[in-house]
């Protein structure tokens, strides 16, 4: 790994954790509020001082979420990625990508939905908790970490496709 890269980690996780995601996230829960349901809350981040507590950062999901009538509250996280797509004719990927080593995270609270947001916010790609039957578990190389994680994918067939 080179130096730039080491000095400049802390930066980059401070930008991912923080305003990076956000505009993503007020989108979705833009989106979930239009489709009628009582409540959407928005979870606040936690950006630790120094990178090397960078598992107490982040949030334990992005969005709460109530539907009417019912007193039960589903957990929503949000990605937003670099990538143009709309559905899955010009997804450019096999499968959706739910989470990448996040196994602390998904100790604290396991979503009941992930968004894949495109680049431009328009468009997300929702994968439904009920969908991970039929996820891949795969090890690949994070470009932007720098190491191995472990992702887990969900085949197109399942994921839903949503214009923001």
């Given at each position: ?77 949000v990605k937003h990625r670099q990538v143009d797509f709309t559905d899955a004719s010009d997804f450019p990927f096999k499968e ?69």
């Open positions: 790994m080179d130096e730039e890269w080491e000095e400049n980690k802390e930066n980059r996780f401070v930008e991912e954790v923080g305003i990076k995601q956000w505009p993503a996230i007020f989108a979705v829960a833009m989106h979930i509020h239009a489709k009628g349901y009582r409540a959407v809350l928005i979870n606040p981040k936690r950006v630790s001082e120094d990178f090397t507590e960078h598992d107490a950062s982040g949030d334990d999901v992005d969005l709460l979420v109530q539907n009417v009538g019912h007193s039960k509250w589903w957990t929503v996280e959706g990508t739910v989470m990448l080593d996040r196994v602390k995270k998904a100790e604290r609270a396991r979503p009941d939905a992930y968004y894949i947001v495109n680049k431009k916010i328009t468009h997300a790609a929702r994968v439904s908790w009920d969908s991970k039957p039929h996820w891949i578990v795969k090890t690949r190389q994070d470009d932007k970490k720098g190491y191995d994680v472990t992702a887990y994918e969900c085949p197109l067939e399942y994921v839903r496709w949503v214009v923001l």
